[in-house]
């Protein structure tokens, strides 16, 4: 069995293929650096028109590491949602085209079931389970109770905690994309320099909130600019506007303590879960997985409770066709997938 995945959900161009539930290839064409650096993130418009340029490029060059032909293909599987509106119809419309012509399925996949997914790259994990899902778009607790059952226990009510990385990172003058470059510099500084808040950690529920946390960082950032102006008159020295000389000592501790305040909660969450739901397995997921600090308190956590645990390799965290091949898979074997015509859907639900 041999599926041609394509993922398109934000500013990653991929394509994979899976043979028999294998990773043959993954391919990522990349974005950011290039394209959105300049804005400060992503533009929509911009995205959109880069994964024109780069899908049928970055397919062609899936298919030849994996030494396989369109015509040998069975199946081609696609991210339908969440994501941008126009980025999800570029990789929806390119999958319909080439199935069309085929004449071979074309199969819908949830970015989110991708998360999950990555993994089971290479691995069997036992149900129940509960996954983290942790990106610049989505922050959920979700309980999976076998393949293709979901249940979301709780997802953020305002911004997701990638989001309150990188606007932090933005505050603070680091490059984008934000989160890496804030974690880097968090290794400087001290985690206990700054108390900042932890919205929700001590609710009896398992919904998130982060808006409240990038106004705390947002006031104390406007503070400490206001101290070294006052302390720049009385000493007759240059007044640092940019933030960039005269705090750049802060600058390290504030990353780390708000870095410190994101994996508390998402720890906290997790725990609760963890605790009512008594899974069997534990999973973690999505771009932010990546963070050191979140995977090692992840890791600590499961071996507390002597839980099967599993993180996928950095590669597998951020976006990636891989993923979705996979789900596709594990739909094909049990027989849980619908070729019925479909479009993009920047809002879907995981379910």
């Known amino acids: 069995m041999k599926i041609l995945a394509i993922e398109s959900s934000c500013d990653e161009t991929a394509a994979a293929v899976i043979v028999n539930g294998k990773i043959k290839s993954s391919i990522i064409a990349s974005q950011a650096e290039k394209l959105h650096a300049k804005y400060g993130g992503v533009v929509p418009e911009v995205a959109a028109r880069s994964h024109i340029i780069a899908i049928i490029p970055t397919i062609n060059l899936a298919l030849k590491k994996a030494k396989t032909k369109l015509a040998d293909l069975d199946y081609i599987a696609v991210t339908q949602g969440p994501g941008l509106a126009t980025s999800l ?3 929806v419309d390119t999958a319909k085209a080439l199935a069309a012509a085929l004449d071979i399925p074309v199969i819908p996949i949830n970015h989110l079931e991708g998360h999950i997914y990555a993994n089971f790259v ?19 607790l979700v309980e ?33 994309p934000g989160g890496p470059q804030l974690s880097k510099l968090a290794k400087r500084g001290n985690p206990k ?39 720049s008159i009385q000493h007759l020295k240059k007044i ?18 708000v870095q410190q305040a994101i994996v508390d909660v998402l720890i906290a969450k997790l725990e609760k879960a963890i605790q009512r739901y008594k899974p069997r397995t534990v999973m973690l997921g999505g771009g932010v997985a990546a963070n ?16 099967s645990s599993s993180i996928p390799k950095l590669e597998y965290c ?22 019925k015509n479909f479009s993009a859907q920047p809002n879907l639900v995981l379910k």
Not at 318 to 339: E, Q, V
């Open 89 to 91: 119809m570029v990789g």
């Open 122 to 140: 290479g691995e069997i994990r036992n149900f129940p389970a509960i996954m983290l899902i942790v990106s610049g778009g989505h922050t959920l």
């Open 144 to 176: 999976i109770k076998n393949h293709g059952q979901y249940q979301i226990l709780g997802e953020t009510l305002d911004d997701a905690a990638g989001e309150a990385f990188d606007k932090t990172a933005k505050m603070l003058g680091l490059d984008y």
């Open 193 to 231: 320099a700054f108390d900042f808040p932890r919205p929700m950690i001590n609710s009896n529920n398992f919904e998130f909130s982060f808006s409240g946390l990038k106004t705390a960082v947002l006031y104390k950032i406007q503070e400490l600019k206001s101290n070294a102006m006052l302390n």
């Open 240 to 257: 640092d506007l940019e933030f960039n000389s005269g705090l750049r000592k802060q600058k390290a501790n504030l990353a780390a303590s």
């Open 292 to 307: 050191e600090l979140l995977r090692k308190r992840f890791k600590l956590l499961s071996i507390n409770y002597q839980l």
């Open 318 to 339: 951020t976006d990636n066709a891989a993923m979705i091949g996979l789900a596709a898979s594990y739909r094909i074997k049990h027989k849980k997938f619908s070729t």
